[in-house]
């Protein structure tokens, strides 16, 4: 199965609903399920962001699924409806040229199905019976 490793806090706001999308430098073609893989660095200063949503954070674990629904070029206009969706999340930088992975069908794992693995960069592939 796909999986992506994304920094702290951002797979934590994946993965309980608050981010529906994943920005990249490149295109994806895949369209489907994929693991969300918690990268065992974090970017401290965004912590303090989003102290209000009472995040419980991974370092290193497989913590849920979500499922790539689309992939769009990020330009003024659709920078703008990110912005206006959820500032806090969209709203600090510009994602103007970055791709937007449009993610859906959230699953959060429960700490006893979350899975230590070391991630990879890019979209990489894993083989567990646990996931399929």
């Not at 918690?38 to 699924?65: C, M, T, V």
């Not at 206009?77 to 990110?82: I, R, S, V, Y």
Request: aromatic letters at 12%.
């Amino acid at each position: 199965m796909k999986v992506l490793t994304v920094k702290e806090p951002w797979a934590s706001l994946i993965i309980n609903g608050y981010k529906k999308y994943e920005f990249r430098s490149w295109k994806t073609n895949y369209r489907g399920k994929i693991l969300i893989h918690s990268g065992k660095s974090i970017e401290k200063s965004n912590l303090e962001l989003f102290k209000d949503y009472n995040l419980d954070y991974s370092f290193g674990y497989i913590i849920g699924e979500v499922e790539i629904v689309d992939c769009i070029l990020v330009d003024d206009k659709m920078q703008e409806k990110l912005s206006n969706e959820d500032k806090l999340i969209y709203g600090r930088n510009s994602h103007v040229g970055l791709y937007a992975w449009k993610l859906d069908n959230i699953v959060r794992y429960n700490d006893e199905d979350r899975i230590k693995v070391n991630g990879k960069l890019g979209l990489w592939e894993y083989n567990d019976e646990r996931v399929n």
